[in-house]
Structure formats: C-alpha cells, structure tokens
C-alpha cells in the first residue's frame, strides 16, 4: 500500500498569507523601537519614512496604514469574493481611519503633502462611498450612468490636480538647477577674469 504522495506547494499560499499577516505588526513595532536618530538606521530604512517628519513617532504609523491597508484588501478579496459590499465596508473604514490619522498628526514634513494626501484620500473615501451605493442598492440605467460619469470625472480631477503639481515641482527643480549651474559658470569666469588680470598686472 502506497502512500498518498504530500504535496508541498500548498504551503506556499499558506506561507504569504502568514509573511503578509506579520509584516505590518514587526514594521509598527520596529518602527516604534529603533533609533530614528541613528544615521545607520536612517541610511538601512530611510526610505520608509521617505518625506516624513520626524517630529514624532506617531508619524510613522503612516507606513503600517499603508501595508495594513493593502494586507486587508487583498485578504477580504481572497476570502469574501461573494459580498462586494463587506469588502467596500471594510475599505471604507480603512479610508476614514486614514483620513482622521492624516488630519490630526499631519505626517508629512512639508504641509503640502499633507494637504495631498487629504485630498487623494478624500477622493478615494467619495469613490468607495458611490461603490456601496452600486453594492447596496439597484439603479436605473441612467442614474448608474451618471453616477459613474461623475466618479470618473471626480478622479481625473484629482489626477489632473496632482500631475499638475508634480509638473510645477519638476519644473521648479530644473530651474533651481539651471540657475545653480549659472552661478557656478560665472564664478569660474570671474576667477579666471581675475586670474588673467593679476597675470597680466605682474607682467613687465
């Protein structure tokens, strides 16, 4: 009697899962612990609090939104891909609770972003709201058509709004170096202005 041959590839879901599970946790309670200050810390990690200030710790909470956020919407889509609205509700209450986290710590260093996020979390909170319309209730061929109309209009503004600034920063970038290479031109043309003066002063 042979044995039932094991296979092991079924592990592998079961081991994302896990590895997805954990990882939000160990980042909150690594961030919590570590040396901020630490310039090792900061040259090993310092891309997860990229543009982040660090005036407190509760500013790096916006990393373990951000993995937990994505952890909860891929789970709910794995294991509730028969209620569409559970899956929106949950979202929805991710999104508020990110929007009240970003309106009361502000988390960016430059008050800009801040306003950024707001308004792209505003955006993302509207278009889950009119989702669990769609969920919930049954509409008419031309309330669903306006309605979806008016989402997509909705977020080609908000993509419109951040493309523009991302533009105007880019623009401000290539400018402020323009104008430092300039600087550094005439300089050097006026050290070998001088140089060539003093030269030929000390000529016979």
């Given at each position: ?107 960016y260093s430059l008050r800009l ?92």
């Amino acid at each position: 009697m042979t044995k039932p041959e094991y296979d092991s590839s079924r592990l592998i879901p079961y081991a994302i899962l896990l590895t997805l599970a954990v990882s939000p946790p160990v980042l909150l309670v690594g961030l919590l612990a570590a040396p901020l200050s630490s310039p090792v810390f900061q040259k090993r990690f310092g891309s997860l609090l990229q543009n982040l200030s660090l005036a407190s710790r509760s500013h790096y909470l916006f990393n373990f939104f951000f993995i937990f956020r994505r952890f909860l919407y891929g789970l709910s889509i794995a294991l509730l891909p028969s209620s569409p609205g559970l899956q929106i509700t949950l979202q929805l209450l991710m999104s508020i609770s990110h929007l009240t986290y970003v309106l009361t710590v502000f988390p960016y260093s430059l008050r800009l972003d801040n306003y950024f996020e707001i308004l792209n979390e505003a955006t993302i909170l509207c278009v889950l709201s009119a989702s669990m319309r769609f969920a919930d209730l049954p509409f008419s061929p031309e309330v669903s058509s306006n309605l979806g109309f008016a989402l997509i209009g909705i977020i080609t503004l908000n993509i419109a709004i951040n493309m523009l600034f991302f533009l105007w920063e880019n623009i401000l970038l290539v400018y402020g170096k323009i104008k430092q290479l300039k600087c550094i031109r005439d300089r050097a043309i006026n050290d070998t202005t001088k140089t060539v003066k003093i030269q030929s002063e000390q000529l016979p």
